[in-house]
Nanobody, 124 residues
Framework: QVLLVESGGGLVQAGGSLRLSCLAS????????LGWFRQAPGKEREFVAV????????TYADSVKGRFTISRDNAKNTVYLQMNSLKPEDTAVYYC?????????????????WGQGTQVTVSS
C-alpha cells in the first residue's frame, strides 16, 4: 500500500501562485508514477498532471499547460505541483494519486491509492 498526504493548499487571488506537495510513504519502492487530480464542487474529478517516477516524463491536462508544473524529489518521496497564473476556475480540491501502471494514463481508473485532498481556492 502507498500512503499519500497532500499539503500546500489555501486561498489565493487570481494571478497568484501556490505549490502543492504530496508525501508518499509505505511501499514507495512500488511507485511508478504519481499524478494530481482535482474536483470542483458539483463536477467530476479530473486529471491535472502526472510524472513518471524514475524517468521524470510529465503529462498535463490542456487546461493547465504552461501554468502548472509537476516535479518530484525521489529522495524525499515527494511530488510537487507548482501552480502559477491561477484562475478562479482552478478552484477545487486537489488530490494526489498513485499510478497502477508503468505507463502514465489520465484516466482515474489507472490510479489506485489516493490522498485525502487539499483545498485550493482562487478568488477573482
Amino acid at each position: 500500500q502507498v500512503l499519500l498526504v497532500e499539503s500546500g493548499g489555501g486561498l489565493v487571488q487570481a494571478g497568484g501562485s501556490l505549490r502543492l506537495s504530496c508525501l508518499a510513504s509505505g511501499r514507495t519502492n512500488s511507485i511508478s508514477g504519481l499524478g494530481w487530480f482535482r474536483q470542483a464542487p458539483g463536477k467530476e474529478r479530473e486529471f491535472v498532471a502526472v510524472i513518471h517516477w524514475s524517468r521524470g516524463i510529465t503529462t498535463y491536462a490542456d487546461s493547465v499547460k504552461g501554468r502548472f508544473t509537476i516535479s518530484r524529489d525521489n529522495a524525499k518521496n515527494t511530488v510537487y505541483l507548482q501552480m502559477n497564473s491561477l484562475k478562479p476556475e482552478d478552484t477545487a480540491v486537489y488530490y494526489c494519486a498513485n499510478s497502477k501502471f508503468a505507463i502514465m494514463y489520465m484516466a482515474i481508473s489507472a490510479y489506485d491509492y489516493w490522498g485525502q485532498g487539499t483545498q485550493v481556492t482562487v478568488s477573482s
